[in-house]
């Protein structure tokens, strides 16, 4: 199995920034991608940010710009940086990993951004 616990998150005023991790443990073998997703109340998840084990990084438009995904290999950890934050960023992020295909998720974490 594989765990994932997310940190990171909290209340954060528009333009503020938030840093979340999301670090990964047990039956870790390859990786073969992380990421983040969101999911706002009333709306469906989405997703927001995805690294592969080797670098490459796809990011959802209305983010681009503002946040920065990165990976630490060694520590199995994934790390979302969010600057110029808006109050429609408000929601619950979600780590992601994708490991031979099966997709593991973590508890989620609370973002609210207020105006």
């Known amino acids: 199995q594989v765990q994932l616990v997310e940190s990171g998150g909290g209340l954060v005023q528009a333009g503020g920034s938030l840093r979340l991790s999301c670090a990964a443990s047990?039956?870790?073998?390859?990786?073969?991608?992380m990421g983040w997703y969101r999911q706002a109340p009333g709306k469906q998840r989405e997703l927001v940010a995805v690294?592969?084990?080797?670098?490459?990084?796809n990011y959802a438009d209305s983010v681009k710009g503002r946040f920065t995904i990165s990976r630490d290999n060694a520590k199995n950890t994934v790390y979302l940086q969010m600057n110029s934050l808006k109050p429609e960023d408000t929601a619950v992020y979600y780590c992601?990993?994708?490991?031979?295909?099966?997709?593991?998720w973590g508890q989620g974490t609370q973002v609210t951004v207020s105006s």
């Open positions: 047990g039956s870790i073998f390859s990786i073969n991608g």
């Open positions: 690294i592969t084990s080797g670098g490459s990084t």
């Open positions: 992601n990993l994708v490991q031979r295909g099966i997709p593991y």
